[in-house]
């Protein structure tokens, strides 16, 4: 089919960027499974590697399984064109590349995934980046944190732990003003919930690796390119807008266009950084995605009605699910992501780490992962192990305090899940 945007949501999930196999007719996407592809002859070859004409070198590069998943996920989100890569991070990391060199920073949400605060303060100061964190609720303190060595703003459409929302449009604002891309990580809310592009989002990142494979068994990211940025307005972004030496010279913005990011990151990104995803991969998260809008209509009518009952129960100190009336992000709901506010959030254990400890070993449902978005319910407490590297002031920044629980809402029955919380309530205040 063609990838008319005149198609709904539902559609679009199942066969944007999907075709009978050309060569079998096969109705679902095959698994590409090679290295290599065998080039016509000498000059389709040369003509490849010139990146004039678009098709399959090797799979580091590119791989037609992936090649689908990459334009289902850039369908879904807006935008132009997708990068699928090894994982979430790996997907940070591919975003941040062309934009970022020594001496360079990024201004980023102090609510992030536990995974992004370490990989953002330590380890990309390796390459000589560096990130500053500010709270996204204080706009001045974002505008005030930009400098002349800002290359990007970075944050979470529905952010990790608490599912906090993040103000996009007036986040994009900010960065527009500054001639800066946004990138929003959007894999909380998935484009079925919230379509960061709409909000001035530059690029969109993903860990594949949750609601959009859905069942926890493959690990992914993804970049999408909304292909309306102009990398040439200054000399900010000169891998994209001058010369690339890693490319023969090749000017992205100028050749590609829109494209420039999407190309970049498959050009230069994958051929050289080689976080490539694998075509079995992107299988399993073909067949994840099918079934998006269902799974997460269901994750959201569960998560209301278990953060509902939890808020009612005197065992509980506080809730910090945004689709409750009670939260702080409630009225950012019906303008960011007004399916719902997904189904992550954390709450408070009267009887603080103890009980937390406790609470996650009586589970017998919730399975205690370091992990979100699967069709199972999950539970983490983020102070003991996915937020452990972090200080105390960075945990209770990020909403991972040492009382504090993070759940994963699963899409079996509610009920069942209410009495799991229940009994195991329980056991962690007795
Ligand atoms: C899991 C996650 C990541 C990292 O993704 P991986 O696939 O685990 O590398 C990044 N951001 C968010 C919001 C996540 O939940």
Request: glycine residues 8%; contains cysteine.
């Amino acid at each position: 089919m063609s990838d008319a945007p005149s198609y709904g949501f539902d559609t679009l999930q199942i066969h944007a960027g999907a075709r009978p196999d050309p060569a079998t007719g096969a109705r679902q996407t095959p698994i590409y499974q090679t290295t290599a592809y065998v080039f016509r002859d000498a000059e389709h070859a040369a003509a490849l590697f010139n990146l004039q004409e678009v098709g399959f070198i090797y799979s580091r590069l590119t791989n037609p399984t992936v090649a689908v998943l990459q334009e289902r996920i850039a369908t879904l989100e807006g935008g132009v064109g997708a990068v699928c890569c090894s994982s979430g991070h790996a997907a940070q990391i591919m975003a941040l590349f062309p934009l970022m060199g020594p001496g360079k920073n990024v201004v980023a949400s102090t609510r992030l995934y536990g995974g992004t605060v370490t990989q953002f303060s330590q380890t990309i100061k390796r390459f000589g980046w560096s990130a500053k964190f500010v709270d996204f609720d204080d706009l001045d303190a974002v505008r005030d944190a930009i400098d002349d060595d800002t290359r990007a703003v970075f944050g979470e459409a529905i952010a990790n732990p608490g599912g906090y929302i993040t103000d996009l449009r007036a986040i994009a604002d900010i960065a527009d003003a500054a001639g800066l891309p946004l990138i929003v990580d959007n894999t909380s809310a998935t484009p079925y919930l919230c379509r960061p592009i709409e909000h001035g989002a530059t690029l969109v990142v993903h860990s594949t690796t949750k609601y959009l494979t859905g069942n926890g068994t493959v690990t992914g990211g993804c970049i999408v390119d909304s292909g309306k940025f102009d990398w040439s307005a200054s000399d900010k972004f000169s891998s994209l807008s001058q010369p690339e030496p890693a490319y023969h010279g090749l000017k992205f913005h100028e050749t590609f266009g829109p494209l420039a990011f999407t190309f970049h990151g498959i050009a230069v990104g994958l051929r050289d950084l080689g976080m490539t995803m694998n075509p079995q991969a992107a299988h399993y998260t073909l067949m994840g995605i099918e079934t998006l809008s269902l799974r997460m209509e269901r994750h959201v009518e569960n998560a209301v009605k278990i953060a509902k009952w939890l808020e009612a129960d005197p065992r509980v100190d506080y809730v910090t699910y945004a689709g409750l009336e009670s939260s702080p992000y409630h009225h950012r709901v019906a303008q960011v992501c007004p399916k719902g506010a997904g189904a992550l959030f954390t709450f408070a254990v009267k009887g603080g780490y103890d009980a937390c400890v406790k609470l996650v070993d009586a589970l017998e449902i919730f399975s205690h992962v370091a992990n979100l978005g699967d069709t199972r319910s999950l539970i983490i407490h983020s102070a003991s192990t996915t937020h452990r590297q972090l200080t105390p002031e960075q945990q209770e920044a990020a909403g991972a305090a040492p009382n504090v629980v993070r759940l994963s809402i699963g899409i079996e029955n509610a009920e069942d899940l209410i009495a799991d919380l229940d009994q195991a309530l329980a056991k962690a205040t007795a």
